[in-house]
Structures are given as C-alpha cells and as structure tokens.
Antibody
Framework: QVQLQESGPGLVKPSETLSLTCTVS??????????WVWVRQPPGKGLEWIGS???????FYNSPLKSRATVSVDTSKNQFSLKLNSVTAADTAVFYC???????????????WGQGTLVTVSA | EVVLTQSPGTQSLSPGGRATLSCRAG???????VAWYQQKPGQAPRLLVY???SRATGIPDRFSGSGSGTDFTLTINRLEPEDSAVYYC?????FGGGTKVEIK
C-alpha cells in the first residue's frame, strides 16, 4: 500500500519561505507512470493544485503560483519537496502531497494522498 | 485553463435517497477526463471515480459517474449517513469548488 507523509514547520513568518517534504513509502518514486504533486486547501475552502514533478525532475506549476513555488525530487530518499517563497497570511492552508496517475488517456487522477499538514503564516 | 463549476453548493438529503452532483467544464474536455473525490472533515480527499465513470478500488457501486464534453455527474444511490462529505470534481490541475452533501 502506497503511503505519503508530509513533514515540515507548522508556522512560517510572513515574507519567509515555506518548506515541506513528502516521504513516499510502498512505492518507488522512480516510475514513468506517476507524477508527485502538492495540493493545498485554505481553511474552509476548496482544493488548489500547486505543482507536480516526475522522477526525472520535470515540473509543472499552477500559473498563479508559478513565480513563488519550486517542487524538487530526491529519488535516493524517495522524497519530493515544496518551497513556496514570499508567503503571506493568504498562504495559510493544509498542504497535501499526492500521487498523480498519468497512465490513462485524456485523464489524470490523484490516487493516493498524504494526511495533510497545516501551515500557518503568522508573525 | 479549464474552469470546473460544481452545483449545487449544498445538498441536504435523507438516508436511502439519491444525490445528484453536477460538474460543468468551461470548455469541452472530452469523454473520460473527470475524476471525483470525497472529503470528510479533517481527512484527505479520497478518490471515488476516475475517467468520468470508473469506480476506484474499494468504492461501493452506490457511487457512479457519468458525462462527457462539458457536463459530468456523480450520483450516489441509497444514501448512508457516512456519505456526508464534500465532493470535488477534477480535471488535470483543476478542481471544482465542491458540493457539500448532508445526510440527515
């Protein structure tokens, strides 16, 4: 069974950089079939895709966040990470890491998710 | 970039009834291009349906998806109290705003 676990600080100061890591177990991150993604959810609101990466480091980002987000991968540790710079209170959210299955034509699906971690931006 | 609009915002239904959730795309996105997720409070989303109509592993047949082009539907039959949740549709990097289903 694939499991994903987010880790990182729960509190970040405004203007600083948010850093999170997702550790994957039960599957190798070195697969052509999947991308590894970050999704966030502000309190009481909906889901927002942040960015995705594959094992070779190819990335895609949601346009509104592209200038501030960086997703990276460490295949030796079976981990991938998110950095979001210049954060404000509007970036306060639960951050999820997830696996994105890209095998089917015309569609993608997030089939496994981490439990999520709340990151609060506050002085 | 595709925009997904879900309706209604909230549905309040009785146990044993049927929920019909709509997801409308701002442009034609094909036949097999939407997934549906269930999210309960304090939990991560759970994949229910992918490819518009294929149930994910372990999902009961009370959940069914349909649609193509711009209009997609998630139907939940024989509602149970445990079905109370927010349901999201998804196409590539876009999520709908969600429909809250309350079973009372």
């Amino acid at each position: 069974q694939v499991q994903l676990q987010e880790s990182g600080p729960g509190l970040v100061k405004p203007s600083e950089t948010l850093s999170l890591t997702c550790t994957v177990s039960g599957d190798s991150i070195r697969s052509n079939n999947y991308y590894w993604v970050w999704v966030r959810q502000p309190p009481g609101k909906g889901l927002e895709w942040i960015g995705s990466i594959n094992y070779s480091g190819k990335t895609f980002y949601n346009s509104p966040l592209k200038s501030r987000a960086t997703v990276s991968v460490d295949t030796s540790k079976n981990q991938f990470s998110l950095k979001l710079n210049s954060v404000t209170a509007a970036d306060t959210a639960v951050f999820y890491c997830a696996r994105l299955d890209i095998r089917m034509p015309e569609t993608t699906l997030f089939d496994f998710w981490g439990q999520g971690t709340l990151v609060t931006v506050s002085a | 970039e595709v925009v997904l609009t879900q309706s209604p915002g909230t549905q309040s239904l009785s146990p044993g009834g049927r929920a019909t959730l709509s997801c409308r795309a701002g442009q034609n996105i094909g036949r097999n291009s939407v997934a549906w997720y269930q999210q309960k409070p304090g939990q991560a989303p759970r994949l229910l349906v992918y490819g518009a109509s294929s149930r994910a592993t372990g999902i009961p047949d009370r959940f069914s998806g349909s649609g193509s082009g711009t209009d997609f539907t998630l139907t939940i039959n024989r509602l149970e109290p445990e079905d109370s949740a927010v349901y999201y549709c998804q196409h590539y990097g876009a999520f709908g705003g969600g429909t809250k289903v309350e079973i009372k």
